[in-house]
């Protein structure tokens, strides 16, 4: 019991500290990914060209089909944005619904728990998903080495 209630605690802090990211923050992060993402693209032309050689037109043709795919796939998200947000919603309004058939059914000790379990593993996955993008950004920022 102990320990549980020491977990709970210490997801409890984890998650008060995350709340504590200003949109600045986020923005200075935005900026600094798409510095990465331009610098990683910039790297991995230079690699093609190195790799293939490729001559300066061929770079250009190639930067250019990289531009043109990247411009339509921001095309297709605001596009399929809209959608999104609103499977987004229809998820919400279904687990609200759940949630009040839940606190029907189970006595407020039991639902309290349940809410205490749901919550948990919700972290658990989010800590997942983040070891996974962890371990998945170490992979692709090594070199291959041939």
Do not use: C
Not at 104 to 118: F, G, H, S, V
């Amino acid at each position: 019991m102990k320990k549980l209630v020491l977990a709970l605690a210490l997801i409890g802090m984890g998650s008060f500290a995350m709340a504590q990211t200003t949109p600045q923050d986020k923005q200075a992060k935005r900026a600094e990914m798409q510095q990465k993402m331009q610098q990683r693209e910039q790297e991995h032309l230079v690699q093609m060209q190195k790799d293939l050689n490729l001559n300066q037109s061929q770079v250009d043709q190639i930067k250019a089909l990289h531009e043109k795919r990247k411009a339509e796939m921001q095309a297709d998200f605001a596009k399929n944005k809209e959608d999104r947000q609103a499977k987004m919603e229809q998820m919400k309004q279904k687990r609200a619904q759940m949630d009040a058939d839940m606190k029907q059914i189970l006595t407020p000790e039991q639902y309290d728990k349940w809410q205490a379990d749901r919550k948990a593993k919700m972290e658990q996955r989010h800590t997942m998903m983040k070891d996974r993008k962890m371990n998945k950004s170490m992979h692709t920022a090594t070199p291959d080495a041939k």
